[in-house]
Every structure is written in structure tokens, then in C-alpha cells.
């Protein structure tokens, strides 16, 4: 299990319960757009490198803000945050971390050729949800389950439809709402859920930190100064 070593300190310090208890915490799922395309233009061990150098970006971006990663499945990553220790301030860590995310993957492309570069979508959402270790006798995962976690996962595949990069829950919104510039996008119907579900584009967060902002074509910057 991938943590900061900030939280590996705490966690020795105060062992937490790994059965499955549920918490209140914020899981965020990221995918590469059009990867089947990108896979295509280059030969098997370029591809791996290609990809492990993204990923061990974007996975240096969840770790900056104390997340802890879950799985990588291919292309896609998934990583929470209030587990295994409680963070009071999951959404917004997952906020900066989704943030930063963007902005590292803009300087990545900007030394990569055309055909090399790679679009990503984000998707948070905060809720009750089930972790623990989950698994065989032989083989356990410390990871999440619930409708919640459902939902962060549909939420990603929601970019491709808005054009967004990343697009959170109301229930992640709400927590940071005084705090992030969001764009209202639409109520949206989900599988499982009786209810629409408000969603937002993340843009920015408001604090004295350098986070990226969304430019109207998706692609992260810097902040201006």
C-alpha cells in the first residue's frame, strides 16, 4: 500500500483498525483518455515506460497531500483519502491533489511530442464508504466498496461527456465549497441512485498555494501570480 511517509509515521505511532469499518472519506478514480489510441502509436516496453512515468507523477501528487492509493488498473488510478487514518480535511486534500495532478500532467506534455502527450479525467466523491482489508486468505487489498465509490468511478467516465478534466460530487462540494472555484455542470442521473446527482467542475482552489487552474480547453496551468 502506497502512503505518504508522514502517514507511515502516524500510522506506527497509533495502529489503525484495517477490518472493514465504514467512513466518511473521499475516493478519486482517474483514467487516460483515448489510451487505446496512444497504446497503438508506440511499441510494448516504450508504452510501459510512457506509463510508468506518468504514473509515478500522478502518484507523487496524491502522496504530496497525504492520499492513500488504492490500485492502479491499467491506465486508471484510484485513491482515497480518511483512511486509514482520519483526515477531517479529505475532500479538500483530494481537491489540491486532483489539482496538482492536472498541473504536473500539463508539464509533462508541454516536454513530450504531440502523439506522446495524454488527457486525463478526475472524479471525487464523499460519503459514507466501506474499507478495510478485503481479499483472500492467500491475497488482501486495504480498498474501499460502496455506492460512493461507485459513484467517484462514474464521475471520471462523466468527463468525457462535459469536457472536463475533473468533475466532483455535490457531496465533495459541499464540503469545499468555501473554498474552491467549482462551475455548476448539470443534475445527472446515476445507476443505483434514486436521486439526480449535482456535479461541478473543479477549476481552482482558493488558498495562498500555487494550485493549476482549468483552462477553457481542459488543459491545467499555473495559477498567475
Given at each position: 500500500k502506497y502512503v505518504s511517509p508522514k502517514v507511515v509515521d502516524q500510522i506506527l505511532a497509533n495502529p489503525p483498525e484495517l477490518g472493514g469499518v465504514d467512513k466518511d472519506l473521499t475516493v478519486l478514480f482517474s483514467d487516460i483518455r483515448g489510451f487505446t489510441t496512444?497504446?497503438?502509436?508506440?511499441?510494448?516496453?516504450?508504452?510501459?515506460?510512457?506509463?510508468?512515468?506518468?504514473?509515478?507523477?500522478m502518484t507523487d501528487s496524491i502522496l504530496e497531500y497525504n492520499g492513500t492509493l488504492d490500485k492502479y488498473v491499467g491506465?486508471?488510478?484510484?485513491?482515497?483519502?480518511g483512511a486509514p487514518l482520519p483526515q477531517e480535511d479529505h475532500a479538500m486534500l483530494a481537491c489540491k491533489s486532483a489539482l496538482k495532478q492536472m498541473q504536473v500532467l500539463h508539464e509533462l506534455n508541454e516536454g513530450w511530442p504531440p502523439e506522446k502527450r495524454i488527457n486525463?479525467?478526475?472524479?471525487?466523491?464523499?460519503?459514507?464508504?466501506?474499507?478495510?482489508?478485503?481479499?483472500?486468505?492467500?491475497?488482501?487489498?486495504?480498498?474501499?466498496?460502496?455506492?460512493?465509490?461507485?459513484l467517484g468511478a462514474r464521475l471520471e467516465g462523466t468527463n468525457k461527456q462535459y469536457m472536463t478534466n475533473v468533475i466532483v460530487s455535490e457531496h465533495t462540494y459541499g464540503l469545499v465549497r468555501d473554498r474552491v472555484i467549482a462551475r455548476e455542470l448539470d443534475n445527472i442521473r446515476v445507476k443505483g441512485k434514486n436521486k439526480p446527482v449535482l456535479i461541478y467542475e473543479l477549476i481552482d482552489v482558493i488558498e495562498g498555494l500555487e494550485p493549476p487552474v482549468i483552462d477553457g480547453d481542459g488543459k491545467g496551468r499555473k495559477a498567475p501570480k
Amino acid at each position: 500500500k502506497y502512503v505518504s511517509p508522514k502517514v507511515v509515521d502516524q500510522i506506527l505511532a497509533n495502529p489503525p483498525e484495517l477490518g472493514g469499518v465504514d467512513k466518511d472519506l473521499t475516493v478519486l478514480f482517474s483514467d487516460i483518455r483515448g489510451f487505446t489510441t496512444l497504446s497503438e502509436s508506440m511499441a510494448p516496453q516504450e508504452l510501459v515506460n510512457h506509463l510508468n512515468l506518468y504514473l509515478t507523477a500522478m502518484t507523487d501528487s496524491i502522496l504530496e497531500y497525504n492520499g492513500t492509493l488504492d490500485k492502479y488498473v491499467g491506465d486508471e488510478i484510484m485513491c482515497f483519502w480518511g483512511a486509514p487514518l482520519p483526515q477531517e480535511d479529505h475532500a479538500m486534500l483530494a481537491c489540491k491533489s486532483a489539482l496538482k495532478q492536472m498541473q504536473v500532467l500539463h508539464e509533462l506534455n508541454e516536454g513530450w511530442p504531440p502523439e506522446k502527450r495524454i488527457n486525463i479525467g478526475i472524479g471525487l466523491n464523499s460519503g459514507i464508504m466501506t474499507v478495510g482489508n478485503m481479499g483472500s486468505q492467500g491475497r488482501m487489498n486495504y480498498t474501499l466498496m460502496g455506492d460512493n465509490v461507485n459513484l467517484g468511478a462514474r464521475l471520471e467516465g462523466t468527463n468525457k461527456q462535459y469536457m472536463t478534466n475533473v468533475i466532483v460530487s455535490e457531496h465533495t462540494y459541499g464540503l469545499v465549497r468555501d473554498r474552491v472555484i467549482a462551475r455548476e455542470l448539470d443534475n445527472i442521473r446515476v445507476k443505483g441512485k434514486n436521486k439526480p446527482v449535482l456535479i461541478y467542475e473543479l477549476i481552482d482552489v482558493i488558498e495562498g498555494l500555487e494550485p493549476p487552474v482549468i483552462d477553457g480547453d481542459g488543459k491545467g496551468r499555473k495559477a498567475p501570480k
